[in-house]
């Protein structure tokens, strides 16, 4: 699909079937969840799971969240506990993917979940990607529709910026309500194990289900977690300009990503939230850092400086963000 055409679909019941059509025969189809754009296959078919490493240019051993229709279908092909079955009648349909251990008969392509015993679940809110599985009627495997090491999209145009003409199709979608990725929870082992932040926060996931881990996994390494969850590369949400994070001032050649009253020096900003709102920066963040990416190049700066987010709530997902932003580079 390397220098192929990609089609821009429609909401219409029409276009949803033709993107189903699509997925069917192998196809890489992009639609709006209310985190991000994701980029979908058949889970189920393994040719296809592997057209989206490719497509993204992403290592082969990150897992992929695989999305379903409802939560019956999601406990058909993953094993079911009392937290999870709780934690899914609370958050979904929404932004969480739960780490399940896969029945011997899950159909899932192994490519999805790259070889793991367990896979990441999740039953998207978002109106396009509901119909979507439920026209294939398979579960969809899909990750960000970006390009590896990218920054996640939240628009057409950002999908289109990076995937355009090495993917079949793209749905336009509308917005994306939540607009950081899904929180990921790993339920496989002794205890919930907090993997990514994400749209549902921390405090209401403690709320449903009592204490959840997180940080370093107690006896192990850093690189042990990441290698756990290999979606958690440092340097993966990397905008082309160098960012800093808790900035206090400006220099003569950055950039500002503001939260709350802008620093006073600031020549080009992009304002995440003016009242110092979580949730409303959280939606605005990929937002940003693809606007800031583009306007300052064009404007001649060389840096974004990014001001301090506090790290409560979607504050935290945010943090995580920005500093894998601002990591060093591989
Ligand atoms: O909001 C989202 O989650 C979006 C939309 C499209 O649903 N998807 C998304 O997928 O962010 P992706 O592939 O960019 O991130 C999936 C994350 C990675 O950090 C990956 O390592 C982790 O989930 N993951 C997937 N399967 C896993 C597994 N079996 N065990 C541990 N971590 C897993
Ligand atoms: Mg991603």
Redesign the pocket.
Known sequence: MADGVTEILNRTDRDIAHAAALLAAGGLVAFG?E?????GADATNAKAVAAIFEAKGRPHF????C?YENEDAVFAHVEASAVARRLADTFWPG?L?L?LPRRITCPVALLA??G?E???V?V?AHPVAQRLIAALGRPIA????NRSGGV?PTSVTHVMAGLGGRIAAVIESGPCRVGV??T?L?L?GPAPFL??P??VSLESLEAAIGPVGRGVIPGQAEQARTL?????LVSHYAPTLPLRMNATAVADDEALLAFGPPLAEAGLVFQLSADGNLNEAAARLFEGLHWLDAQASADGLRKIAAMAVPAHGLGLAINDRLSRAAAPRA
Do not use: F, Q
Request: glycine share 12%; net charge positive.
């Open positions: 969840t985190t991000v754009y994701g980029l990150n897992p992929l969240i999305h932004p993917t780490v979940g790259a793991l367990t896979l990441a999740r998207p899909a990750p960000s529709a996640s990725e899904s990921v790993d496989s993997l990514r994400g749209g756990r969850s290999p979606g958690l």
